[in-house]
DNA sequence: GGCACAGGTGTTTACGCAAACATCATTCGG
DNA sequence: CCGAATGATGTTTGCGTAAACACCTGTGCC
């Protein structure tokens, strides 16, 4: 391994990958046509090129994203910072943005974030911020913290589902339209009022809907039930349905995501509260197990690939200074009626 | 990319960061002493290394991956290449190799591949080989064929939930086990045989279910009924449902995953079958929802996150070179007994 | 007091690539 | 037919880091 020569070569770990310059040689041009080729530049002859793609083909030559990285400054990977991808939006949001940003020809650099505290989301940002990716997406960030997180202007950022108050590119649902549309949904079947399992508190996404629901019922003139909170989980749902469920006055219910709606529709039936005969349910997101609900659950679609591609395109606009773009955008959710509404019984 | 127009849009963008020969300048010292610093070496004085830190933490100097990545020719990240995140164990298992890889220092580079073929594998793996990853982890990997891929045997690889056939190192669960379990289960229970609707014929994951379905049927003198094949979603088992609940004989089901076990009950439901009364149905992953289904569902538990650790650690002991831990390792389901599954009404 | 030795630090070099600049051969307008 | 513009290629340089090596100082030992 070691030798002990003049200029001794090192004692790295033997090369496995061929460079430029192997390339170069083995199809008599310099380095820099390797490079020229390698890029796509249009000032190589046709016969030169295809020498060199024949020697690197020869060879498997793989550019070394390093080295192109530390001489352009551009590292060609967009980081993506989630919370549980466990949960379905999460998920599917991840997934949307990782498709776009491949088709950009960029890689995602992820990074789970497991408790939901200010300190978490400030580590993953260090991480990715080892100036290794070129931007960042932020995914249901509700603790986001424009002072308190140590980024340079120079970083771009979007948002995913998170609070379009701060100074960063947003990229969200019409969470307003959605939940109005579902409120209105149910009273328009008849109920006095629509009650709501609402997500966690310092969610922004939440809030949204937490709000419209509110507006909306007060537009309506309808009273205006205490506002019960889960925490997007099916379990959470469930808790807090069993205490819905025994309220004889709750006839329907707008609920902040489906997993929730479950475990609200589980309670409901155990309570021996027909679904949705006794009490109406809606969901939000339209999670692709929602239409084999029992009963199929009336919920508001989200088309997250379109969230994807906008978070992508905005943060594109941003790294390669196209600020001129748009930095908010929203994305129509759809009302989809299935079974879990219907008009109150005559009672 | 035919960038033929002006030669400006490549300037090299300002410098933004601080580099070791700014905080060397600063402290007073060598960059080669910042660099000691940087990485934690012991033979630095105690004075000087504070100096050192208290120019970093004044510049906010941060390495630069890039740079150290070509030195060393390491990257600090793994390659992650899964199918749909959409899907429940997909997601929770790169989530949990994601946890697993921060742990150890390392990011996550991951890909979606969204059609399952060759081609797209084969893609992914190629961007990931622009040796930016120093290994890949690869999630259900059905399509994985060893010849085709052009790996350089340097590469290591770690296969979660895909074929044990192949020549690298793999993770999975105790398919068989799980599927003993639950057959086994539903035969306890009284039934003459046991029904199943199997995941996708080219995943492994799905085969091993179904060979262990069919041995422990053998195995009890049980009748072997036909294979019904959905592809994972819970529309497939809706579909693959209509045609089970028009068999009176059907009395049980073992579904290879649980969101087909919620379409198919959703099925069994409106022929007028009843769950578990009519007929018993069982899952496979314990997705959170489960336990909130109606009714809720007996099913196989899977530990995602002992995988996505088990995937990490092999995947670093090649990495590292310590190739003589364990080569596959394989984790244990439990079966989750709730109210989907009863004996057969007495008929 | 000399001498080996170790710990602390600085100097040089190379990693692989692409920008900037240099060189040479063409082509074309007048 | 000359001089300038254009195109194809080679040469030099530097990105930020860590390894290898050189060089100091002080210490302990005889």
């Given at each position: 391994m070691t030798e002990k020569k003049a200029r001794t070569p090192r004692s790295r770990p033997a090369r496995q990958w061929p460079s430029m310059a192997d390339v170069a040689a083995l199809a008599g041009v310099s380095s820099q046509?390797?490079?020229?080729?390698?890029?796509?530049?249009?000032?190589?002859?046709?016969?030169?090129?295809?020498?060199?793609?024949?020697?690197?083909?020869?060879?498997?030559?793989?550019?070394n994203t390093a080295a192109r990285a530390l001489v352009?400054?551009?590292?060609?990977?967009?980081?993506?910072?989630?919370?549980?991808?466990?949960?379905?939006?999460?998920?599917?949001?991840?997934?949307?943005?990782?498709?776009a940003a491949r088709e950009a020809g960029f890689s995602i650099n992820f990074m789970?974030?497991?408790?939901?505290?200010?300190?978490?989301?400030?580590?993953?940002?260090?991480?990715?911020?080892?100036?290794?990716?070129?931007?960042?997406?932020?995914?249901?960030?509700?603790?986001?913290?424009?002072?308190?997180?140590?980024?340079?202007?120079?970083?771009?950022?979007?948002?995913?589902?998170?609070d379009a108050g701060h100074a960063y590119a947003n990229v969200d649902f019409d969470q307003a339209l959605g939940a109005h549309s579902a409120v209105t949904h149910l009273l328009g079947l008849g109920h006095r009022t629509v009650w709501h399992l609402a997500g966690p508190?310092?969610?922004?996404?939440?809030?949204?809907?937490t709000e419209s629901w509110r507006t909306t019922l007060e537009a309506a003139g309808a009273p205006l039930p205490e506002v019960l909170h889960g925490d997007w989980s099916a379990e959470s749902g469930y808790r807090v349905g069993q205490e819905l469920a025994a309220r004889p006055e709750v006839t329907a219910v707008f609920t902040a995501n489906d997993q929730m709606a479950?475990?609200?529709?589980?309670?409901?039936?155990?309570?021996g509260r027909r679904v949705p005969q006794d009490v109406s349910v809606t969901g939000f997101d339209d999670m692709s197990e929602a239409a084999f609900f029992q009963p199929p659950l009336t919920t508001v679609r989200q088309d997250f690939d379109l969230v994807g591609r906008h978070c992508v395109r905005l943060l594109l606009d941003?790294?390669?200074?196209?600020?001129?773009?748009?930095?908010?955008?929203?994305?129509?959710?759809?009302?989809?009626?299935?079974?879990?509404?219907?008009?109150?019984?005559?009672?």
């Open positions: 046509t390797v490079s020229r080729v390698s890029n796509n530049r249009t000032n190589v002859d046709a016969a030169t090129r295809e020498k060199v793609l024949a020697a690197m083909k020869t060879l498997g030559y793989r550019p352009t400054g551009r590292f060609g990977a967009i980081g993506v910072i989630s919370f549980d991808v466990g949960a379905h939006g999460n998920a599917r949001t991840l997934g949307a943005v990782a498709d789970g974030v497991r408790a939901q505290t200010e300190a978490a989301v400030q580590e993953a940002f260090q991480h990715l911020m080892l100036q290794s990716v070129d931007g960042i997406v932020l995914i249901e960030s509700q603790m986001l913290d424009t002072t308190s997180l140590h980024l340079p202007p120079s970083m771009p950022v979007v948002v995913a589902d998170g508190r310092d969610s922004f996404a939440a809030r949204r809907r479950l475990g609200l529709m589980r309670a409901l039936h155990e309570a941003q790294i390669e200074g196209r600020s001129d773009g748009p930095r908010r955008m929203a994305v129509e959710p759809a009302l989809v009626v299935r079974g879990s509404t219907a008009s109150p019984a005559r009672g």
